[in-house]
């Protein structure tokens, strides 16, 4: 086994078969949520069914705590509280605590008070409901409110939102939920799992013989066999974020789900995917969004950070940092599902 990665989140190159020929094939199982692929994978095919319940209940408890999509969502009352103190639930405040430290984290890069941008660009439903149109947009950029204006109390579990700012939790809160969930399905059905969730992947307990295989791509509802690379993850956290997808027109305008908060526009498309192992699913995904926003600069800030990461580039070039495999070393054989 030539391990590339020792830190929590490590992924390997396998030199042996995908699963030892004695070895019990993990069950896979796939479902929608977030408006996008959900994943499964559990080491014992027997607890499947109750795991998948399990996973459907905690990624709706996240979808009503926090989802800018429904007016009954937790959330909404930040958005409608005038500046006031507002008692939350543990898991509204726990998802604002995580959001607001991937910012201060990322210095800013990724930022949930974005969520008035996201609105005038015209993501302000479900994504499968976010349309094309052939009118020009009318909007003028401007930097983002700023995180540090979110106030956190964690003796009253409160959080104060300044008058006229909409938070956006999307991408930290679904990487939350791929780390809550994987624990919470491994520890109850006593086996090594996994869940993905779009672009966001999770790990717990004993990963199968040569680690969880995950392919990656652009997009996660590519099939196994085209994905562009193939990793080994044995634990921790896998996160890609794209500007190819979750992608609309808005008349000569191509508008995507990244935002710079720094401009208050959405991010370059300098690179079209970027992916990232981390000791957990929130950090990856902070990484990964943020290289997005750092453009061309996100090279040297990875490597400064000692992250390991693959980016690709809008002309199709490949860029790795601090260890990650390249595509040649990567399995040639077909991963259990795909994470984008």
């Given at each position: 086994?030539?391990?590339?990665a020792s830190q929590p989140g490590a992924f390997a190159t396998p030199e042996i078969s995908k699963y030892e020929d004695d070895a019990p094939r993990p069950c896979v199982r796939h479902?929608?949520?977030?408006?996008?692929?959900?994943?499964?994978?559990?080491?014992?095919?027997?607890?499947?069914?109750?795991?998948?319940?399990?996973?459907?209940?905690?990624?709706?408890?996240?979808?009503?705590?926090?989802?800018?999509?429904?007016?009954?969502?937790?959330?909404?009352?930040?958005?409608?509280?005038?500046?006031?103190?507002?008692?939350?639930?543990?898991?509204?405040?726990?998802?604002?605590?995580?959001?607001?430290?991937?910012?201060?984290?990322?210095?800013?890069?990724?930022?949930?008070?974005?969520?008035?941008?996201?609105?005038?660009?015209?993501?302000d439903r479900d994504f499968a409901q976010v349309e094309s149109l052939a009118t020009e947009l009318s909007f003028d950029p401007r930097p983002a409110p700023g995180w540090w204006r979110?106030?956190?109390?964690?003796?009253?579990?409160?959080?104060?939102?300044?008058?006229?700012?909409?938070?956006?939790?999307?991408?930290?809160?679904?990487?939350?939920?791929?780390?809550?969930?994987?624990?919470?399905?491994?520890?109850?059905?006593?086996?090594?799992?996994?869940?993905?969730?779009?672009?966001?992947?999770?790990?717990?307990?004993?990963?199968?013989?040569?680690?969880?295989?995950?392919?990656?791509?652009?997009?996660?509802?590519?099939?196994?066999?085209?994905?562009?690379?193939?990793?080994?993850?044995?634990?921790?956290?896998?996160?890609?974020?794209?500007?190819?997808?979750?992608?609309?027109?808005?008349?000569?305008?191509?508008?995507?789900?990244?935002?710079?908060?720094?401009?208050?526009?959405?991010?370059?498309?300098?690179?079209?995917?970027?992916?990232?192992?981390?000791?957990?699913?929130?950090?990856?995904?902070a990484s990964s969004t943020a290289a997005i926003v750092w453009g061309e600069r996100a090279v040297p800030r990875l490597e400064a950070l000692e992250v390991p990461a693959r980016l690709?580039?809008?002309?199709?070039?490949?860029?790795?940092?601090?260890?990650?495999?390249?595509?040649?070393?990567?399995?040639?054989?077909?991963?259990?599902?795909?994470?984008?």
């Amino acid at each position: 086994m030539d391990v590339v990665a020792s830190q929590p989140g490590a992924f390997a190159t396998p030199e042996i078969s995908k699963y030892e020929d004695d070895a019990p094939r993990p069950c896979v199982r796939h479902s929608r949520a977030f408006g996008t692929t959900v994943t499964l994978a559990l080491a014992r095919p027997e607890r499947i069914d109750s795991a998948q319940k399990l996973l459907a209940g905690e990624l709706d408890a996240i979808d009503r705590a926090c989802s800018r999509f429904r007016a009954d969502s937790e959330i909404w009352r930040l958005y409608t509280s005038g500046g006031t103190w507002v008692p939350v639930s543990p898991l509204l405040f726990e998802l604002v605590a995580t959001a607001l430290g991937v910012a201060e984290r990322t210095g800013g890069a990724v930022d949930p008070t974005v969520g008035d941008v996201l609105e005038a660009i015209g993501y302000d439903r479900d994504f499968a409901q976010v349309e094309s149109l052939a009118t020009e947009l009318s909007f003028d950029p401007r930097p983002a409110p700023g995180w540090w204006r979110v106030e956190l109390d964690a003796s009253a579990c409160s959080v104060r939102v300044p008058p006229g700012v909409r938070l956006d939790l999307g991408a930290s809160a679904k990487a939350l939920a791929a780390d809550l969930a994987v624990r919470h399905v491994a520890s109850v059905a006593g086996c090594g799992a996994l869940v993905g969730i779009g672009g966001d992947v999770s790990v717990s307990g004993d990963p199968p013989a040569g680690g969880w295989p995950v392919g990656i791509s652009v997009d996660s509802s590519t099939p196994v066999e085209a994905v562009g690379q193939v990793v080994s993850v044995f634990s921790g956290g896998l996160a890609s974020s794209s500007t190819a997808v979750r992608s609309w027109r808005r008349g000569h305008r191509l508008l995507h789900h990244i935002v710079d908060p720094f401009t208050g526009d959405v991010a370059s498309s300098h690179w079209r995917l970027v992916s990232v192992a981390a000791g957990s699913c929130v950090d990856a995904n902070a990484s990964s969004t943020a290289a997005i926003v750092w453009g061309e600069r996100a090279v040297p800030r990875l490597e400064a950070l000692e992250v390991p990461a693959r980016l690709v580039r809008h002309d199709d070039a490949v860029f790795t940092t601090c260890g990650w495999p390249s595509d040649a070393q990567a399995w040639t054989s077909p991963p259990e599902f795909t994470a984008r």
